[in-house]
């Protein structure tokens, strides 16, 4: 069977930087696009960012664009994002996900396989 799971999260101060892993199961994951999002506290799960299965377009969401990377290591079944610079109100569940689309990557109802999240809460 077929998981995502995430690891990296945790507690850093603003102005920080953290780098969550996705290690995925199975012989297929090069063949998928890959995507982050989040969900903070009574709101929406929200697009963070997206990779194409070979690594060569990425993706970003407005609120994250030129703090966060996305990246991947096909070899190794991993997916990562390096996000810099911080601000609390980064502060979520960061969730990896799985999609077959080649487009609208920002749309949840795209993936069709997620991970159990990870908390990551930034300080002020």
């Known amino acids: 069977q077929v998981q995502l799971v995430e690891s990296g999260g945790g507690l850093v101060q603003a102005g920080g930087s953290l780098r969550l892993s996705c290690a995925a199961s199975g012989r297929t994951f090069s063949r998928y696009a890959m995507g982050w999002f989040r969900q903070a506290p009574g709101k929406e799960r929200e697009f963070v960012a997206a990779?194409?299965?070979?690594?060569?377009?990425?993706y970003y969401g407005d609120p994250v664009k030129g703090r966060f990377t996305i990246s991947r290591d096909n070899a190794n079944n991993t997916v990562y994002l390096q996000m810099n610079s911080l601000k609390p109100e980064d502060t979520a569940v960061y969730y990896c996900?799985?999609?077959?689309?080649?487009?609208?990557?920002?749309?949840?109802?795209?993936?069709?396989?997620w991970g159990q999240g990870t908390q990551v809460t930034v300080s002020s």
């Open positions: 996900a799985r999609t077959n689309a080649m487009s609208g990557f920002a749309l949840k109802s795209w993936y069709d396989l």
């Open positions: 990779i194409r299965w070979s690594g060569g377009r990425t």
